[in-house]
Every structure is written in structure tokens, then in C-alpha cells.
């Protein structure tokens, strides 16, 4: 493989949470803030971790309406799905010695939501979420306290992710990137793979 580490996002990367997310999120603003809109108006949240969303929002009780799109998730976790052929990657990246790891911009109670119904946690050496540091993505610290956690070079990591924080994250941290067109909204975001799917991937990898 090019690449010893191959570092994930988990929303729109790994697995389909899209729906779950925006539903969650709608249901949770009508009952605390009395806010109706479109799921779509709420797109924006996909590229952030929920604590500055509902600052942008401007919610009255953020604490509260987080407890209750916490509640939603678990309640919705039906809509989440993992994309096809993603376990036949983590599992041929593992198989030819690649270290595994995830950065999120979920905390990790809300990363728990749905890597305790999928069977994705295991093949995961080391994982980062967005309450483990004090500046999440689009900043380069996630990845830096990767490699300060793992020892890796810079240019043996390669970061996989679906929006353009996570093609910035990486770019500002000196690592490769990987677009994953198939989870991502913006297709015309810069990065140096630009994958159609999980298979597409591999391929590149493997070259």
C-alpha cells in the first residue's frame, strides 16, 4: 500500500448518516425552539460538529437541544447505513498491514450512536473526535495529535474524507487526501485522490 495509515472521517466516509443527521436535527430545533424548516436548509451541519452548529442556529438552550438531537439519532439510528464495499476496504487495508484510525467531528457520545449498532469499531487502532481537541477540522490539530499519538510521518498518512474541512484538515497538516465522491456534496474540492468508490479506492491504493 502507498500509505501505512489510513486515517477516515465517519459521516458521509464511512457510513450514510446524512438522513439520520438532518432528521434528527429538524425534529430537535421544532421541539425546543418552536424552528420548522427544510432538512436541506440544515445541510450545513454535515461539515461541522453539532456545538457550532447550534451556534450558528443560535438555539436558546444549546445544551438542551443537543440532548434532544442526541435522543433523535438514537432514535433514528434506522436511517444510517454503512456504504457498500466499505467493509471490504477496512478489511483489505488491515490485511495488508495499514493502521486504521478515525477523525470525526462528532464527540464520542455521539460517534457511540451508531459505532455501537455497526460492526465498523474493531478494525479502528485509534480514534479522534472533535472533544478530544480544542480546535476540530477544518484545523490541522486532529491530524497532528494523530501522528503525536501514533508516531506517523506525515507523508505515510493518507486522510479520507467527504467535505472540504476534511480536504482542508488534511492539506493544513502536510498529509495526502482522498475525496470520497461517494459520500460527498461538493465533488470540486481539491485533493489528490479523488475516489468514486470504496472499490476505486482500494485501486489507487494498491497501484
Known amino acids: 500500500m502507498k500509505y501505512g495509515h489510513i486515517v477516515f472521517d465517519v459521516d458521509g466516509t464511512l457510513i450514510d448518516t446524512a438522513l439520520n443527521i438532518l432528521q434528527s436535527l429538524k425534529e430537535a430545533l421544532q421541539t425546543s425552539d418552536g424552528i420548522v424548516c427544510e432538512t436541506e436548509d440544515l445541510a450545513f451541519c454535515l461539515a461541522c460538529t453539532s456545538v457550532i452548529t447550534l451556534d450558528r442556529l443560535g438555539v436558546k438552550d444549546p ?118 465522491l461517494w459520500g460527498a456534496r461538493e465533488k470540486e474540492v481539491p485533493a489528490d485522490y479523488r475516489p468514486g468508490t470504496p472499490k476505486e479506492l482500494l485501486r489507487l491504493l494498491s497501484s
Do not use: Q
Request: proline fraction near 7%.
Open 63 to 180: 445544551d438542551a437541544t443537543l440532548a434532544l438531537w442526541i435522543e433523535n439519532e438514537a432514535k433514528n439510528a434506522g436511517m444510517c447505513r454503512i456504504f457498500d464495499d466499505i467493509p471490504m476496504l477496512l478489511e483489505s487495508l488491515r490485511t495488508s498491514g495499514c493502521r486504521l484510525g478515525i477523525i470525526t467531528s462528532r464527540t464520542h457520545e455521539e460517534l457511540d450512536l451508531i459505532f455501537d449498532v455497526l460492526p465498523l469499531r474493531p478494525y479502528f487502532s485509534d480514534i479522534i473526535c472533535s472533544d478530544d481537541v480544542a480546535a476540530p477540522k477544518p484545523s490541522p490539530e486532529p491530524l497532528l495529535r494523530y501522528m503525536e499519538l501514533t508516531g506517523a510521518e506525515r507523508s505515510d498518512i493518507l486522510y479520507v474524507g467527504d467535505t472540504p474541512h476534511d480536504m482542508s484538515c488534511a492539506a493544513a497538516a502536510g498529509t495526502a487526501s482522498a475525496l470520497a
